[in-house]
């Protein structure tokens, strides 16, 4: 059973640099697309970041180029560390995982549950 698990969120102040973790278990870690997305309220949950299962490269939203970045340390848990925070990148963030995406920004077949990121100005 493919199961993801996000964790690491909380109140943060501006500038802050927190990290992310997204526990996954139940698949291949580089046979599956992985995602970053983020909800904020009242706005359409967007991509974040994402890796490439066709290539293994790793993508960001212009919004975060540069503060965020997506990397995995032993093919079980994906990280997304959060430099530069901004009272703009306050959302529920997701990790998302899909077997079949050739795009890493299509629609996930498999999500965990979001972990909120407050940030204060």
């Known amino acids: 059973e493919v199961q993801l698990q996000a964790s690491g969120g909380g109140l943060v102040q501006a500038g802050g640099s927190p990290r992310l973790s997204c526990a996954i278990s139940?698949?291949?870690?580089?046979?599956?697309?992985i995602g970053w997305f983020r909800q904020a309220p009242g706005k359409e949950r967007e991509g974040v970041s994402c890796?490439?299962?066709?290539?293994?490269?790793t993508y960001y939203a212009d919004s975060v180029m540069g503060r965020f970045t997506m990397s995995s340390d032993n093919a079980k848990t994906v990280y997304l560390q959060m430099n530069s925070l901004k009272p703009e990148d306050t959302a529920v963030y997701y990790c998302?995982?899909?077997?079949?995406?050739?795009?890493?920004?299509?629609?996930?077949?498999?999500w965990g549950q979001g972990t909120l990121v407050t940030v204060s100005s």
């Open positions: 998302a995982a899909d077997p079949f995406l050739v795009n890493c920004w299509g629609t996930y077949d498999y």
């Open positions: 139940g698949f291949t870690f580089d046979e599956y697309a």
């Open positions: 890796i490439s299962i066709t290539d293994g490269s």
